[in-house]
């Protein structure tokens, strides 16, 4: 039987009620839930296919798998992208829980994964049964052979990208050992001092996207974190693999959600206009918490700064809770995030205004 920690996110609460008793209200920039309206072509595209009383593919449309391939040469680098190796997936974190599992992973087995990481990575070796390993060095592993070794770039929750040179060596260190490496690129388009690049990119990939998988999704590129909208590529074999176990489980993106999810990936134009809207927010923020004494390490990329004062990240959010600002403690990523915290701007301008001016 699995054991599971406590759900992070419980321990902010009181600091959550505090920032709230402030006589201008929470500035919450603690989780990274967009707050900018969904697009309209794309609430469009979802209502005209409300009409669905038929059950819908697991394997998603046709129409759906070559607009993310499409989206895949366009705007991550893949090229020859193959709609075939698109599966569709209920949201990032179902896929991130359950990737262990459906890959076999088990007992015996080790999921390796960032000593800074999403929780959820830790929560997926651990309802596989198999065992977690946090690292940043995959060398000292030695002779040992994950089952599967995930990467994240940009990171959450540092916002660090990982260059393609970097990325290449860790491709040829699991294709050595036959693990799998699956990249988590949900922040892709969200590079701001550097730019970065998919596994699946020619120049870390090599041409072949042998005993690799990358998982994208829509929830930050065009404010869906309501419809729960993502997708799994790479290796088409690992892909087939997924989508009959899927199958057996009723793992299915809903039929208007996929057809919002073409609309999405059809168009770049919002997401343009988004990054345009994140850029003020990032800009205004780093200047506020670096004038009030912080220091931002990394972030030069994703919808995070990564922020310390050198104290316990505890202190640090009871210090801008007494402000009427919530932020996310960096331990809830790792141990080596012990005295850092998590500043999203994924909040409305009116809030970053508010924000910064008591800072």
Known sequence: MFTLPDFPWDRLQP????????????????????????????????AAAANAPGYPTTYGTPELRE??????????????????????????????????TLLGAGAGDKVVFPELAYPTYDVGARLAGADSVAT?????????????VWVNSPSNPTGKVLPAEHLRKVVAWARERG????????????????????????????????????????????NLAGYRAGFITGDLALV??????????????????????IAAFDDDAHVDEQRERYARRRAALRVAFERHGFR?????????????????????VAHLAELGILVGPGEFYGEAGA???RIAFTATDERVESGTARL
Not at 24 to 30: A, F, P
Not at 78 to 100: F, H, N, Q, S
Not at 241 to 261: C, N, S, Y
Not at 296 to 316: K, M, P, V
């Open 136 to 148: 940043d060095g995959l060398l000292s592993l030695g002779p040992a052979a994950p089952k599967i």
């Open 339 to 341: 005295q850092h915290v």
């Open 67 to 100: 607009s993310i391939a499409g989206w895949l040469r366009r705007r991550a680098g893949v090229v020859g992208a193959d709609p075939d190796a698109v599966l569709p997936v209920i949201g990032t974190k179902e896929a991130v829980a359950w990737l262990p």
């Open 296 to 316: 931002i390490d990394h972030s030069e990329a994703s919808l995070y700064l990564w922020a310390t004062r050198g104290e316990s990240c505890w202190d640090t």
């Open 240 to 261: 087939k693999r997924l989508l009959e176990v899927r199958k057996h489980a009723g793992m299915i993106v809903p039929a208007p959600v996929q057809a919002a999810m």
């Open 179 to 222: 693990s799998i490496v699956i990249s988590d690129e949900c922040y892709l388009e969200f590079g701001w001092d550097a730019k970065p690049v998919s596994i699946l990119d020619p120049e870390v990939c090599e041409g072949s996207h042998e005993g690799l998988l990358a998982l994208n999704s829509l929830s930050k590129r065009s």
């Open 15 to 46: 600091y959550k009620e505090l920032a709230g008793r402030h006589p201008g209200g929470i500035v919450d920039l603690s989780v990274g839930t967009p707050v900018d309206p969904t697009p309209e072509p794309i609430q469009a595209a979802l």
